[in-house]
């Protein structure tokens, strides 16, 4: 499950170790599998990789960071069109430092992405009218609409002739940011691994496929045996209670079942006595079960106490995560009521919020709040951290 770097804490991690984000360690691949079974609309990579003799260390809940490469074929098409010698040194960042031009936009300069400075540097490059019109104050909803779902090639194809170098291009880019991910593994039951659930992103736009720089990279060019450039980054707003005792409640569709992965693996290796509720969702149960077999086992074993699962495209009634929650409101009210914490984790825009207004309709209905009453309440059990959200 992809994070952005803004749901995690930026502080430092625990980890005594050189390696960071600028010093990635380089982690080997021991699997690499999709979890959805043939017929799913989706692709899930399950990634087990290395971490012997890094010192890398982390928690349930904490992250790690990939260093991506773009894909070959996009930056292919790139020099393609500009006619570019892939050979060229390019200067990359403020030090001076060069590299082929197309090494540079394999595995320095994000490429997928556009912002509105880049267009309106870009403008100073080009005879294009067109641009020039696009990038005016007056044009701003314009400008963003443009941007939104196209990268470099497009505009490179969109607006030229150019009057402009490959050095002049790709000192409109930024660097390649990493990419953050929730761990799906507790180190406590997998000592020296680290494992990852990352959902490869893939659609249409403009009439071209896209794919996500990172999750195709792991779907299509990473096998067994390879490498991956990592760091580990700890997240400070999302872990477990301290007490094993404590009853846990996690809502995790799709590849937000990441993090609760971990939260199971470890109340088990550590004998946790506190109850768990998983709530997980997805398209089809008989394609979509992320972790099925694991899961049942653990709720057969009695680790994890309860599992209800919402599979949206099995019924003529879209049923999803929320709905769920609904159907067991009393006993969902008893838990928190007992001291229970609440997590979730995936999509920001719709899941999260439908499940924030699920939880204040249940402390309405089985509590008897009112709606300012439900509010409080659930702020309430954010500051004492029994509510926490890991969203993007």
Known sequence: MVVTADTKSEGPTE????????????????????????????????IELSLKDSGLSYGPGDCVGIIPENDPELVEAIL???????????????????LPLKQALLTYFEITLLTKKILQNAAALTENEELKVLVDAENAAQLKEYINGRDLLDMLRDFGPWNASAQDVVSLLRKIPPRLYSIASSLTAHPDEVHLTIGAVRYNAHGRERKGVCSVLCAERLDEGETLPLFVQANKHFNLPEEQETDIIMVGPGTGIAPFRSFIQERAANGASGRSWLF??????????????????????????????????????????????LENSKELYEWLEKGAYFYVCGDKQYMAKDVHETLLAILQKEGGMTAEEAEAHLKDMQKQKRYQRDVY
């Open 15 to 46: 980890n005594k170790t050189a390696y960071t984000r600028t010093n990635p360690f380089h982690a080997k691949v021991l699997v690499n599998i999709n979890l959805n079974k043939p017929g799913s609309s989706k692709e899930t990579r399950h």
């Open 80 to 98: 393609e069109e500009m006619k570019w010698d892939a050979e060229q040194a390019v200067v990359i960042g403020k030090t001076g430092e060069t």
């Open 280 to 325: 997980f969702g997805d398209q089809h149960s008989s394609t979509d079960f992320l972790y099925q077999t694991e899961l049942e086992n653990y709720q057969k074993e009695g680790v994890l106490t309860k599992l209800d699962t919402a599979f949206s495209r099995d019924t003529e009634q879209k049923v999803y995560v929320q709905h769920k929650m």
